[in-house]
């Protein structure tokens, strides 16, 4: 440390107390930079004094240039083997550089003493020989990364299967005590490090400066269309699959950003991304099912698909029927709410959706794997009839048929404060002011009102004007105006500040007006009604923009325009969602099913790319925007007489001869939805039960195997399959048939052999 305290000591020399240091990031070199220069530079050159042997400073800008890039601390072991130089010269190195880098023990993590070391470094000012280029340090991390990841994944990154890993049963991960101890003793801290932070390190690069570097297309291409399962293995144990969802997404633009797009590469982050996103909550309770349960219900048309094309032939488990084809519109069905959605939203930064439920809760989930990211805000004692986060997503509102509003912590799903009162009826609908300053609701009571919503306390009078309920509320975009529909058949405008009515209200519909929205520039405004249609209304003047919007053959629930205002989406009781494009009024592609039962709620989240969608059938469904319905097949191919179970939302459960279509019997009449079944199978050696229920999470259904040993997952199912799974085993053999209805009757049939 010598050579730190006698740099301290040359500065001190010239300190003036009355001008304290200060670091400037502008280009111009502050008085603290100047400081900064002399203390780093003296320290590097007084090291360099006792070290004259060839390439010091090379090696020292090597491993410097590499401490400080790392986006998080390896120790020295793992930088060396991650940047592909010799340990002894690393090591040798750090322990010359005392006075700015801090290692406790040869195995521990190596840090800078002080962050402004770093910044220095890499600072364009710095005209130093210590300057560091972090490009090129970046360009090196990820290649390293990326090849280390070729050649290191394999199946089965910890040896959890005793045998052949095409054996049915595996462990579960999530009854291991062990975890951690296991991850490190079977991934190193680089091959972690490696699979962690790739795309961050390829994020810093320029695409058309990239796209002729074979080491980092080659080693891209290699890791992401032979062994992109393997990587997921190990994000699972990792626990960073929620952020491979976000870095993919940005990795899928940086290869769309090439000069000659890779269109097989891209496609395969694609099917990664969809892969995750889809089947997230199985991977993370038994990551090894991933090459079972996993890939096999990865669409056959798909890259992905195809890079495993051969493995899935070799397992035990088959899809008989329902196989799909390409990724269908639903990304993510969050399911949890006991009860109907009634309302769904996106936090501003597009990594949560609330939904409100009948069930009397509120619920927040994780945009990207559609898993609950806490328990159900509990505070309401009557059905939850909407949410609405504000402008920054810290915290959420929602109105409840209680007559009351509650605010929550987005974070922590805690409740702020007491209940909002006012309404003397229901509340139907909540909006938050574009500036987050106030809160709007529209109640049973026929009238609207506005609250501060930093105090809660209510500004100014309620809103009279409509001579019925209110069902919708939303704010202008500048939040001067609001916009009203009622059970009157009317929508009327208000201003924001002074409560009063702007222009009189807009007749069109011949029924009840279920709910309003503004565009984003404010101009127009789209009502849905009971009779059918959608109707779009200037805003300034209050006049009809075209005709109606007809294709739903129910009511329309819920209308949002797409953030860039030229798609709208809505929601109805047809089980369906449409969107329209605002423009020309046609409709965009075909209605996006798969609900079973209304929807009530429909929300773009704020890029554009996804559409949330709350039912009746008390889901959350995420749908891709852009992209085609999921093709399936229809039912046959079965030549045998087994009776299929089918369950549905409307509470009966039906049985089926798979071989004639016949029903057979009544239907059985339940008292709730059916979630489970379960059933004892006798063999001639042995006896074992096998189930099968929605997992806590709602993602995916769980088949497990029960036998004296315990309990092991078998496979999983994920929810987009279908309704409720009923069992249909072979006897003296060990098989197992599940079977998923389907809200359009298509049927998914699964064996499992074992």
Partial sequence: ????????????????????????????????????????????????????????????S???????????????????????????????????????????????????????????????????????????????????SLSLMNHSLHINMLDLSDGDISALHYP????????????????????????????????????????????????????LTIKPVEWVEVLAYLKKLTWAVDMLERVYKWVQALPQCESVISNCIYDVKQFIQSSAAGILESPLQIYMSGVLFIPQQTTLYKCYEKHVHQLPIKLLQGVELIWGRALNIAAGHEDVVTSVTFSSDETLIASGSRDTTVWIWDANTGAAVCQPLQGHSHWVTSVAFSPDGTFIVSGSNDKTLCIWDAKTGTAVGQPLQGHSDWVRSVALSPDGTLIASGSDDKTVYILDATTGVAVGQPFHGHSNLVTSVVFSPDSTLIASGSYDNTVCIWDAETGAAVGQPLWGHSLCITSVAFSPDGTLIASGSGDKTLCIWDAKNGAAVGQPLQGHSCWVRSVAFSPDGTLIAFGSDDKTVHIWDVKTGAA??????????????????????????????????????????????????HSHGICIAAGSYDDTV???????????????????????????????????????????????????????????????????????????????????CCVFAHPGGKLTIIQANF
């Fill in 1 to 60: 440390m010598d050579c730190f305290f006698g740099t301290c000591q040359s500065i001190a020399s010239s300190y003036n107390p009355d001008k304290s240091i200060k670091i400037d990031i502008s280009n111009k070199p502050s008085e603290g930079d100047v400081k900064l220069d002399i203390l780093y530079s003296t320290a590097l050159k007084h090291i360099a004094a006792q070290n004259t042997g060839s390439g010091f400073v090379d090696d020292c």
């Fill in 654 to 736: 039906h049985i089926w001869d798979a071989r004639t279509g016949a029903a057979v019997g009544q239907s059985i009449a339940n008292q709730s939805t059916i979630t489970s079944a379960a059933m004892l199978i006798n063999t001639d050696h042995d006896s074992c039960g096998l189930s099968i229920a929605r997992h806590p999470s709602g993602n995916i259904w769980l088949c497990k195997y029960s036998q004296s040993a315990g309990e092991i997952p078998v496979m999983w199912i994920p929810s987009s399959f279908g309704g409720t799974p009923y069992i249909q085993t072979k006897m003296h053999e060990h098989s197992l």
């Fill in 172 to 223: 579960q991960w999530t009854s291991i005590t062990n975890q951690e101890e296991l991850v490190n003793s079977h991934i190193p801290l680089e091959l972690q490090y490696a699979c962690q932070f790739w795309a961050s390190h390829l994020l810093e690069l320029e695409p058309e400066q990239e796209w002729q570097n074979e080491e980092i297309m080659g080693s891209l291409s290699a890791v």
């Fill in 62 to 144: 090597k491993v410097l240039g590499a401490i400080v890039t790392l986006r998080d601390p390896l120790p020295a072991v793992a930088i060396a083997k991650l940047i592909g130089e010799d340990l002894d010269m690393i090591q040798g190195i750090i322990q010359r550089l005392d006075c700015l880098v801090t290692q406790t023990s040869s195995a521990a993590f190596v840090r800078v003493i002080h962050a402004s070391l770093a910044r220095w470094l890499t600072s364009s000012s710095n005209k130093t020989p210590w300057a560091i280029s972090a490009i090129p340090m970046h360009r090196c991390l990820t290649a390293r």
């Fill in 588 to 637: 965009v592609g075909q209605p996006l099913q798969g609900h079973s039962c209304w929807v009530r709620s429909v929300a773009f989240s704020p890029d554009g790319t996804l559409i949330a969608s709350g039912s009746e059938d008390k889901t959350v469904h995420i749908w891709d925007a852009k992209t085609g319905a999921a093709v399936g097949q229809p039912l046959h191919g």
